[in-house]
């Protein structure tokens, strides 16, 4: 396997860069230092170092330069190191937004499509996987539209305020799905012929008021906020068809005190959800039957602290297993689990802890992970066999590695700190 590396230690090029200028500043005739110069004529000591934005492919990537004020993109070959100036293709696919609590569908080619003109709100448009349907939420409730004929498909009707669908309570929000969602809480299926959805009750969450400084006296907001021993909102987990009809509740009791994780849909179309328990000490996934709602139990952790809701679950091709990242043992580790939930293989293991999984090549056999394996205060990339075994750092040197992987794992970039 071929691995390049391209070292950019920041800070000792900077310091390099900026000694080498010194000495040329003493030899030059002596000017008096102004607040002009110091101000509108800065003297730069240093030159500022590309910056590599991305891989393009696997076989070259993206970097930033500045050069006399200007920025200019160039395409990178790894191996050769030979630059050109590069120049992003036209945009090929649609996008959609929101203007004007509107939602409006940008086409490559055929310009701007107003979808909805309404006096209320419309919230994180979503296009479907086969770009044939947008999903938003508008007033608590799910709805989309079907680009084709521009048909508006009304999934629930129950929203109100403290009824939302497809919109996450507060709490969810903030302690569960991630301030990333913009409270978005509904999930296209892999084959767009479904919508996963939570609906949250906040009833009996108690009211709390939140000052705002926004504007130029503030402003109190009453929120439903969940304090320590509260009720928080039930939640149930819908799937509805993208064309409309009744929702498939998942076969849960909205009653219990419990929390539901972000779901992800498998390969088999079926959909897979984690469960906590208030205490937080017990973490469940959960295989959702679309159709019927039935519910089977995948995998079940139970640990003497709290539990960290799991990462996005890496599954293998075929229906081979899937993979978590688990601090069941005290240190994050990878397992490799059959889709049954049982333990397949325990990939790493040992007193220290992995940070990210961030590729599978199923072809070679290979995880490429970082970790701090070497030193508690450092990360360094590494692989490991789908069938165990040996553990092969790829980095190298004293220095913690910020890496970027090329798409397949045969090269990667990284910065040294």
Avoid: C
């Amino acid at each position: 396997m071929r691995l390049t590396h391209y070292r950019r230690p920041a800070t000792v090029a900077g310091l390099l860069l900026l000694s080498l200028a010194m000495p040329q500043a003493h030899a030059q005739t002596k000017k008096e230092l102004t607040l002009d110069l110091v101000v509108k004529q800065p003297m730069l000591l240093s030159k500022s170092l590309p910056a590599v934005s991305s891989w393009l492919d696997k076989d070259h990537y993206l970097e930033t330069r500045r050069d006399n004020g200007k920025v200019q993109l160039y395409k990178v070959n790894a191996a050769s190191g030979k630059a050109e100036a590069y120049t992003p293709p036209p945009v090929t696919g649609q996008s959609v937004s929101i203007r004007n609590n509107d939602i409006f569908l940008q086409t490559p080619g055929a310009g701007e499509t107003q979808l909805t003109s309404t006096k209320e709100e419309e919230k994180n448009p979503t296009l479907s996987p086969d770009g044939k349907y947008v999903a938003f939420t508008r007033s608590n409730n799910l709805f989309a539209i079907e680009l084709a004929s521009k048909k508006e498909i009304q999934y629930t009707t129950d929203g109100s305020d403290v009824i939302y669908n497809g919109w996450a309570s507060w709490v969810y929000y903030e302690e569960i799905l991630g301030r990333s969602t913009r409270y978005k809480a509904f999930w296209w299926s892999n084959d767009s012929r479904s919508i996963a959805y939570m609906r949250f009750d906040d009833t009996k969450v108690p009211v709390f008021p939140i000052y705002s400084q926004v504007g130029q006296h503030g402003y109190l907001e009453n929120t439903r906020y969940p304090k320590a021993g509260d009720p928080n909102p039930e939640v149930k987990l819908g799937i509805v068809p993208v064309t409309g009809g009744a929702t498939t509740w998942a076969d849960f009791n909205p009653k219990d005190d419990q929390y539901f994780g972000t779901p992800f849909w498998a390969a088999d179309g079926s959909l897979w959800l984690q469960w906590m328990n208030r205490g937080q000490d017990n973490l469940k996934i959960y295989s959702v039957d679309p159709k019927t709602g039935a519910k089977k139990e995948v995998y079940d952790e139970k640990q003497k602290t709290w539990i960290d809701w799991f990462k996005p679950f890496t599954f293998l091709a075929n229906n081979k297993g899937f993979i978590i990242q688990s601090d069941k043992s005290g240190y994050d580790h990878l397992y490799l689990l059959n889709m049954d939930g049982s333990l397949k293989k325990q990939l790493t293991t040992g007193e220290w802890r992995v940070k990210d999984l961030l590729e599978v090549d199923e072809k070679k056999q290979l995880v490429y992970f970082t970790a701090r394996k070497e030193h508690s205060t450092r990360y360094d990339l590494y692989t490991v066999s789908l069938n165990g075994g040996p553990i092969t750092r790829l980095t190298f040197g004293n220095f913690s590695h910020d890496v970027k992987l090329a798409p397949g794992g045969g090269l990667f970039h990284h910065h040294l700190f």
